[in-house]
């Protein structure tokens, strides 16, 4: 990741089953494996320390799951991930990219905006989860890939 830490390999993967596992370590929510479009994971050492997973419904992309293993956090790694995506993206020439998160000032210094859940994609766990505004309380944001600054 830098030149003090171990070296970070970030991959495309079909493995799916990293994000049920970071899901449940990290108490993300998640409807589990099945309806992702594309994926990426973080080794390191022949380990899986994080990932990144992105939905896509009709011409609506959602980024669904991104976790870190708590031994790579703060260490720029979510950063690395989301860049992938957001690159990935924009080279597809893609408009729009929604997320819901319980960490909205991450995504806020990638230009993403705060929007009503009305406006989230209704593929979105969100809309199912019976732990909506009980126990979970996420913040839906969107980003015009026209304004990603890569930080």
Known sequence: MNSNGPEIKIIETKDY???????RKFDLETSGIGDYFKAWVAISD????GGI???????????????????YQKKG????????????LKKEKI????VNTKVPEFFKKFNFKKIPRSKSPKFSDCWTCPQ?????FPTHMT???KDFKSI
Request: aromatic content about 10%; charged content about 30%.
């Open 17 to 23: 089953e990293i994000f049920s596992i970071l899901a």
């Open 46 to 49: 022949g380990k899986k320390v």
């Open 53 to 71: 997973s992105l939905k896509k419904k009709d011409k609506t992309y959602l980024l669904d799951i991104i976790a870190v293993d708590k031994n």
């Open 77 to 88: 790694l979510g950063k690395k991930l989301l860049l992938v995506v957001l690159k990935y």
């Open 95 to 98: 408009p729009k990219v929604y």
């Open 132 to 136: 909506y505004n009980k126990t979970c």
């Open 143 to 145: 980003l015009e890939l």
